[in-house]
């Protein structure tokens, strides 16, 4: 069974940079891809970005040349680096994994950009 932890979210002004972490626990034997998807108010769940057991990565456009998607292996975790944040970028973040044909979901942690 996997497991899927966030941490990282909080309130930022405009331009300002979060780090979002996801610590995956259960061990996995299968190709993976693990990522963020983001919920605002009143909006759909959009992808933001993943990565996958390869390092190779897909990014949205609109998160292009601000955010980046990282791994750390050993640790069992992916990281969201968010910098240049904009108003817009205010919504719940969901981790996301999908293994061995099967779907996971973080619980989601919350992503204010506020002046």
């Known amino acids: 069974q996997v497991q899927l932890a966030e941490s990282g979210g909080g309130l930022v002004q405009p331009g300002g940079s979060l780090r979002l972490s996801c610590a995956r626990s259960?061990?996995?034997?299968?190709?993976?891809?693990m990522g963020w998807y983001r919920q605002a108010p009143g909006k759909q769940r959009e992808l933001v970005a993943t990565?996958?057991?390869?390092?190779?990565?897909n990014l949205a456009g609109f998160v292009k040349g601000r955010f980046t998607i990282s791994r750390d292996n050993a640790k069992k975790t992916v990281y969201l680096e968010m910098n240049s944040l904009k108003l817009e970028d205010t919504a719940v973040y969901y981790c996301?994994?999908?293994?061995?044909?099967?779907?996971?979901w973080g619980q989601g942690t919350q992503v204010t950009v506020s002046s």
């Open positions: 990565i996958n057991h390869i390092g190779a990565t």
């Open positions: 996301y994994s999908y293994i061995g044909g099967r779907e996971y």
């Open positions: 259960g061990s996995i034997s299968s190709p993976y891809v």
